[in-house]
């Protein structure tokens, strides 16, 4: 909303650097890019998509290009625009960035902070991000799509800590209610898909952090597991991943809206292993991308 032809500072994203302003350029180095021409390439970006897989985001852009066909020209080449740099992968649909980040907090951060950088050089204005990805269940059907209504370390704490200068600096992880019950309304008018709202643990690993009995080191039992993964379920956690609590700090601290929603691979109470069948994976994988593309659609005006 403008007032007055002046953005107001809600609606844009908020670097917290002092630095930045004594830099001259500045270059974007794992999207490898600089800022020339950021707000003609991207100032009309309103929603970003985020996701760990590079094929993925590819098939997610390749997607919404067929579902906003009409509101984006179909014929756009869809190029790998941060591709030259070999780190992350970036597709642009009209007013969408499909972006990958790769596993767990570290590789999705770096990604973040060039991201923000973008988003502000270009001036983009009321942008929404999702991260669309998988998880483990906690009692849960695989395949139910889980909306994440609080990101919680391993300590069950809304809370992403770092090691910065040698100390443990915490953020709080803070989600959007409203943007959690607007996507749930309209996941609700998708009959077949099967979704929740709930906790998420962010692990720092796949193995043991997720309380896995598979990993190559494991020194707990298959009881101390059961009881954690139990103790998850009665606090509302719905599902486990590895970037949750960064992203939900991290955006909150440069006032950009985000939601997580996430598919559940598999349901950790009942086992550790990933062995869905290729078709029904990629089912599976695209049902948070159809969900938050029929988000997206509703908010552009589509019927
Ligand atoms: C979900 O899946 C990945 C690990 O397989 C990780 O990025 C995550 O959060
Ligand atoms: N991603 C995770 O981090 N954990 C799972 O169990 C499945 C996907």
Do not use: W
């Not at 955006?251 to 985000?258: M, P, R, S």
């Amino acid at each position: 909303m403008e007032q007055n032809g002046k953005i107001q500072n809600s609606e844009v994203c908020q670097l917290k650097n002092e630095h930045l302003k004594s830099m001259t350029s500045d270059y974007l180095y794992h999207f490898g890019l600089n800022t020339d021409n950021l707000q003609e390439r991207f100032g009309d970006v309103k929603f970003v998509c985020v996701g760990g897989s590079a094929h993925r985001m590819k098939m997610f852009a390749e997607y919404l290009r067929e579902q906003l066909a009409g509101y984006v020209s179909v014929g756009d080449d869809l190029n790998d625009i941060t591709g030259a740099a070999h780190r992350y992968s970036m597709y642009k649909v009209g007013p969408v960035l499909s972006v990958s980040h790769g596993i767990g907090a570290p590789s999705l951060a770096v990604m973040l902070d060039e991201l923000f950088k973008l988003l502000y050089y270009a001036k983009c204005t009321s942008v929404t991000i999702f991260r669309i990805g998988t998880s483990g269940g906690i009692g849960v059907q695989p395949g139910t799509v889980v909306i994440t209504d609080q990101a919680l370390n391993g300590f069950l704490q809304p809370h992403y800590e770092q090691i910065i200068l040698g100390k443990v600096i915490t953020r709080e992880a803070v989600l959007d209610k409203t943007l959690v019950s607007e996507i749930k309304a309209v996941a609700e008018k998708m009959d077949d898909i099967e979704v929740v709202t709930g906790g998420t643990m962010c692990a720092a690993d796949f193995y043991e952090a997720q309380g896995r009995l598979d990993g190559s080191v494991c020194n707990y039992t298959a009881d101390d597991k059961k009881q954690f993964l139990q103790k998850l379920f009665n606090a509302g956690v719905r599902n486990i991943e590895m970037e949750s609590v960064c992203i939900a700090a991290k955006c909150h601290l440069v006032n950009i809206k985000c939601a997580i929603v996430c598919v559940a691979l598999l349901n950790r109470l009942h086992g550790d292993q990933i062995t869905t069948p290729p078709e029904l994976y990629k089912k599976y994988e695209l049902r948070p991308q159809r969900l938050v593309t029929q988000f997206i659609k509703t908010k552009l005006g589509f019927k």
